[in-house]
């Protein structure tokens, strides 16, 4: 191979225009631009950029994703830790440059920038093998004993649906510090939602609970068909009015214990109490609870549907901001404004989609740390060099380790079932809730009884006598004492006024005698003066 320079070639990653002299052109096709080239150089070679792919990949799975800027990083190390040739520039930020990391996204598609949801610990650590396979595995064995169709199989949950939401992205002035859109107010008022839906794909009208305690169906306009409005003072479920719901929703299906059905749910208080799994006990509903913190992975609601109707709720609240301009929307108005989005975005694809997705079609749980990447990785373990010798090879995991939890000792769990999924309507089951639901009433009960006890039963007076006498009994309400004190200050008053006129009384003498002290039949003529002076003044 000829050495030559080209004029600036090799700076640009170009070839040089030749024109049309022929030893140029010969020269310019020798030349190999992929070994030459420094600025389009690839830093690592496609396996090694694989084993970044697959780290980034097993961090996101993690719960642990690395962020643009710290891919970069790793880059910069895992290159180093390699002794492969790296560019000056990494060397001088010790940080792989913006550019290479925008080809990396773009030469490995399973590669994405994506915002994360929070998830909090327990729903982190409890998404492993153990307690989804135990869930698939529970699963399976209802499937085989009763042969569930797919409309036989359904899903319930409750979602908030508050009168004020987050507003969309809008067209706005390009530089405006502030950008603002009209809510009802800053912070709205929460209505609970409860839905039902099967896995072929149909929906049922819902439940409304309104922090309020009492419904006044009279403020309720143009109602969606079907639904059934409740309240609570919290706004929120409880097992009463659960309860309510699961015969609400009994009314529009066919259930019987020789041919039930299946509902899964979750693991809140309402969904477990005992009356709720004596009903479905006895009229054909097998409860069928999620593991607890995994309803983000396993519930088709969550999974699919709930997501997509909020995001179609917050054109609905914007449009009716801009009709009815100056106005609020109140709780009244929030099943109405609910049924465009929830028509459109629980139809028959989606609630079959998400059921597939979660749980219909059972698929395999992979392993967190891609044992088929990890495999590819103990290959290229131990790589050859140029020379023929082997050289060392790190694996990002080896340079940069994902975070790990490590576990000092067993842990004691105080209930054994907890973290599993569980048939609330067997009968080991139900006697648990039968036992925790009767001691909880006896609690109850014990802790009326000692207020009843400690509430003393009259307020005693003392006479002067030093017998005791009953001043006021517990029969009387609030405004016959009010009456009662009331008529009592009147008689004091009464009392203090007349003291004191007796005691104002001016002494007798010659010149006045009050017209009612002189005697009838006086002959005194000064006197019946001023009786007729007095009788005048009176």
């Known amino acids: 191979m000829q050495t030559f320079t080209l004029n600036g070639a090799s700076q ?79 060397q001088l930020r010790e940080e792989a440059g913006p550019d290479w990391f925008a080809t990396l996204v773009k030469r490995n598609p399973i590669l994405s920038i994506r915002k994360p949801e929070r998830t909090s610990q327990a729903r982190a650590a409890v998404v492993n093998h153990l307690v989804i396979d135990k869930f698939y595995d529970d699963l399976f064995y209802l499937y085989d004993k009763y042969m569930f169709p797919p409309e036989k199989i359904y899903n319930c949950d409750e979602t908030n649906n508050p009168t004020v939401v987050d507003p969309q992205n809008i067209v706005a002035e390009k530089g405006a510090k502030a950008v603002s859109s009209s809510t009802g107010a800053e912070q709205g008022i929460n209505v609970t939602m409860l839905a039902f839906v099967n896995a072929a794909g149909e929906a049922f009208p819902r439940v409304f609970i309104y922090p309020r305690k009492k419904v006044n169906l009279a403020k ?142 059972l698929p395999a749980v992979e392993h967190p740390c891609f044992p088929q990447h990890q495999s590819s990785c103990q290959q290229l373990a131990t790589p050859s060099s140029s020379n023929g010798v082997p050289a060392t090879h790190l694996t990002p995991e080896e340079v940069v380790p994902h975070p790990r939890v490590v576990q000092t000792g067993p842990r004691m769990s105080k209930n054994r079932n907890r973290g599993a999924s569980r048939v ?23 802790r009326l009884s000692k207020e009843s006890i400690a509430r003393p039963k009259k307020n005693q007076k003392k006479d002067s006598g030093g017998k005791a006498e009953a001043k006021l009994g517990y029969s009387e309400t609030k405004s016959q004492l009010a009456a009662k004190k009331t008529r009592n200050t009147v008689k004091k008053t009464n009392v203090t006024r007349s003291n004191t006129n007796e005691k104002n009384i001016p002494p007798v003498d010659d010149d006045y005698i009050p017209h009612n002290r002189l005697p009838t039949n006086s002959t005194n003529k000064k006197a019946m003066k001023l009786r007729s002076v007095n009788r005048q003044v009176f």
């Open 12 to 90: 640009k990653g170009k070839p040089p225009k030749v024109g049309s002299n022929p030893s140029k052109v010969k020269c310019f096709e020798s030349v190999d631009w992929d070994m030459k080239s420094s600025y389009n150089r690839r830093v690592f070679t496609p396996q090694q950029e694989s084993e970044l792919a697959a780290y980034l990949i097993t961090a996101q799975k993690l719960n642990h994703g690395l962020t643009p800027a710290d891919t970069r990083k790793l880059a910069f190390l895992y290159g180093k830790a390699n002794q492969i040739a790296i560019p000056n520039s990494w």
């Open 220 to 361: 309720m306009v143009d109602l969606p068909q079907g639904i059934l409005p409740l309240s609570h003072p919290s706004g929120w479920m409880n097992d009463d009015l659960f309860l309510i719901s699961l015969k609400h929703f009994k009314e529009q299906i066919t259930c019987s214990p020789e041919d039930p059905i299946l509902l899964t749910l979750d693991n809140h208080t309402s969904h477990i109490s005992y009356p709720v799994v004596d009903y479905c006990k006895a009229n054909g509903i097998i409860l069928f609870t999620l593991p607890p913190h995994t309803s983000h992975v396993l519930q088709p609601l969550d999974k699919g549907l709930f997501g997509p109707m909020k995001e179609d709720l917050k054109k609905e609240h914007r449009e009716w901001m801009r009709l009815h301009p100056g106005q609020r929307i109140g709780i009244n108005d929030v099943p109405r404004l609910t049924r465009g989005p929830y028509n459109r975005g629980f139809n028959q694809q989606n609630i079959k989609s998400s059921f597939s997705s979660s749980v219909t079609d």
């Open 424 to 446: 609330l309507t067997n009968s080991p089951e139900m006697a648990k809730l039968k036992d925790s639901y009767n001691l909880k009433v006896l609690k109850e009960t014990n």
